[in-house]
């Protein structure tokens, strides 16, 4: 009986230093994986442009408090953040001008970047201004490009940050579709033409996920969190054309960052 006892002391003394050196574990893993050196580069997408609350110093890159990789950081506190995303931004603007943060410290990077490439501020001014036929043309076209240009120049960026950042985790968001179908906008585009623009978005998606599956990335697909909040939904957290302030259009809204874009991210990073 006391050899019993004695066995379950035992027992008891090693099962107590057992959870101890655990949860010292748990806890110093933790502590470790807050330890995050973050890069957040890309278009206006990543910037922030349509969310207000620019950074002056950002220029004419219009880096936003409001963006998504800022509110990451605020909620995350990685020990360093850089944050060199541009308004404007193309494949060559990144790998030219936006890498200098990257290295071999670095754990996180994500990006937005493929839209310009593509032509998406010509195809929505031809949309806007010019006439069904011509939208469409110019949507064609843009797809056309999707197909035979932008796998090289996603390769081209995609090949970049690894070189630079061996060990980083790399989250790829995309881009939202534009238009509730059948919503309650009654005047500008057409139906059909608001369908085939939100099909753009879906094929250039597609692309960007497949290159970036390719280099070994997470893709991080925000058109589920945006259904729903679409221009035209009544609730959208998309600009629509803004005459008076008209870099804003077809961007996300501080609601769209906050909303659709951080929990996109928060899911992968």
Known sequence: M?????????????????????????????????????VALGDSYSSGVGAGSYDSASGNCKRSTRAYPRLWANAHSPSSFSFTACSGARTSDVTAGQL???NSATDLVSITIGGNDAGFSDVMTTCVLQSESSCLNRIAQ????????????LDSVYGAIRTKAPAAQV???????????????????????????NGAADYLNAAIAKRAADHGYD????????????ICSGAAWLH????????????????????GYLPAFTAHA
């Open 171 to 197: 989250v790829v968001l995309g881009y939202p579709r534009f238009y509730k179908l059948a919503g309650s906008c009654v005047t500008g585009l057409s139906e059909n033409e608001r369908s085939a623009i």
């Open 142 to 153: 843009a797809r056309a490009y999707v197909d035979s240009t932008l796998p090289g120049r």
């Open 240 to 259: 629509s054309v803004n005459w008076l302030n008209i870099g804003d259009s077809y961007h996300p809204t501080a609601s769209g960052h906050s909303g």
């Open 100 to 102: 200098g943060p990257l």
């Open 2 to 38: 006391k050899l019993s006892r004695a066995a379950a002391l035992s027992s008891s003394l090693l099962l107590g230093v057992v959870l101890t050196l655990t949860g010292a574990s748990t806890a110093q893993a933790s502590s470790t994986a807050q330890a995050v050196d973050y």
């Open 219 to 230: 893709f991080a697909d925000v058109v589920p969190a945006f259904t729903g909040h679409e």
